[in-house]
């Protein structure tokens, strides 16, 4: 059964940064692409950035000029940096592994990020 274990969110104010992690129980080529979404309160979960197996990224649009997504194979852990942030990236935030072989589609349980104005 694959786990994904998301940590690094907290209370930032705005302007700073913050990198989350998500762990990842087994070989990130075991999927075609891991992502992060947020969830803010009272809206819908949405795209923040994805990376490939093969390492392409994706990125909602209006975030990638403050977001990086990356990766460690060797650790099997995915990472997102997030710089200059704002009130509005206040949300949880989410990982997700998605196909492969295993036809994956798994959510880790989320890590809040607060940013204070």
């Known amino acids: 059964q694959v786990h994904l274990v998301e940590s690094g969110g907290g209370l930032v104010q705005a302007g700073g940064s913050l990198r989350l992690s998500c762990e990842v129980s087994?070989?990130?080529?075991?999927?075609?692409?891991i992502g992060w979404y947020r969830q803010a309160v009272g809206k819908q979960r949405e795209l923040v950035a994805t990376?490939?197996?093969?390492?392409?990224?994706n990125y909602a649009g209006s975030l990638m000029d403050r977001f990086t997504i990356s990766r460690d194979s060797a650790k099997n852990m995915v990472y997102l940096q997030m710089n200059s942030l704002k009130p509005e990236d206040t949300a949880v935030y989410y990982c997700?592994?998605?196909?492969?072989?295993?036809?994956?589609?798994?959510w880790g349980q989320g890590t809040q990020v607060s940013v204070s104005s």
């Open positions: 997700n592994a998605r196909g492969g072989a295993g036809g994956y589609d798994v």
């Open positions: 087994e070989s990130i080529f075991s999927f075609n692409h």
């Open positions: 990376i490939t197996s093969t390492g392409t990224t």
